[in-house]
C-alpha cells in the first residue's frame, strides 16, 4: 500500500523547537520532489518547504525561512521538518507530500501525488 504517514506534531510553547517526520510506505522517497505544507483553520493550505529531487534546490515561504529545515532521512523512506523558534502563527496541520518533479512548492503543483493525511502542530502558551 503506498502511503506517506507523518508524526511529530504536539502542543507547544512560543519558542520550541519541534521535528516533523514523513515516512514512506510501499514505494522510496528516491526520485522524488518532497514537501510541507500547512493548513490553518479557515486558511488554505499554503507550501512551507519543498526540495528537489536531486536535493540541490530547497524552497522556504518567506514565514519560515531560517526557522524550518526541511531534510532526508537516511533511511531514504523518510524525511523531516526541522521547525525551530516556533511562533502562535505556526499553528496549523501539516501534511507531507511527495511528486515526480518539483514545479513549485504549492498544493496545486502537488496535488497528482501522495498526501499524508495530515499532524496537528499547535504552539501556544
Known amino acids: 500500500q503506498v502511503q506517506l504517514v507523518e508524526s511529530g506534531g504536539a502542543l507547544v510553547q512560543p519558542g520550541d523547537s519541534l521535528r516533523l517526520s514523513c515516512t514512506a510506505s510501499?514505494?522510496?522517497?528516491?526520485?522524488?520532489?518532497l514537501g510541507w505544507f500547512r493548513q490553518a483553520p479557515g486558511k488554505e493550505r499554503e507550501g512551507v518547504s519543498c526540495?528537489?529531487?536531486?536535493?540541490?534546490?530547497?524552497y522556504y515561504s518567506e514565514a519560515v525561512k531560517g526557522r524550518y529545515t526541511i531534510s532526508r532521512g537516511n533511511a531514504k523512506n523518510t524525511f523531516y521538518l526541522q521547525m525551530n523558534n516556533l511562533k502562535p502563527e505556526d499553528t496549523a496541520v501539516y501534511y507531507c507530500?511527495?511528486?515526480?518533479?518539483?514545479?513549485?512548492?504549492?498544493?496545486?503543483?502537488?496535488?497528482?501525488?501522495?498526501w499524508g493525511r495530515g499532524t496537528q502542530v499547535t504552539v501556544s502558551s
Open positions: 510501499g514505494f522510496p522517497l528516491d526520485n522524488l520532489a
Open positions: 526540495i528537489s529531487k536531486s536535493l540541490d534546490y530547497t
Open positions: 507530500a511527495t511528486e515526480l518533479y518539483l514545479q513549485s512548492c504549492t498544493p496545486s503543483d502537488f496535488r497528482l501525488g501522495t
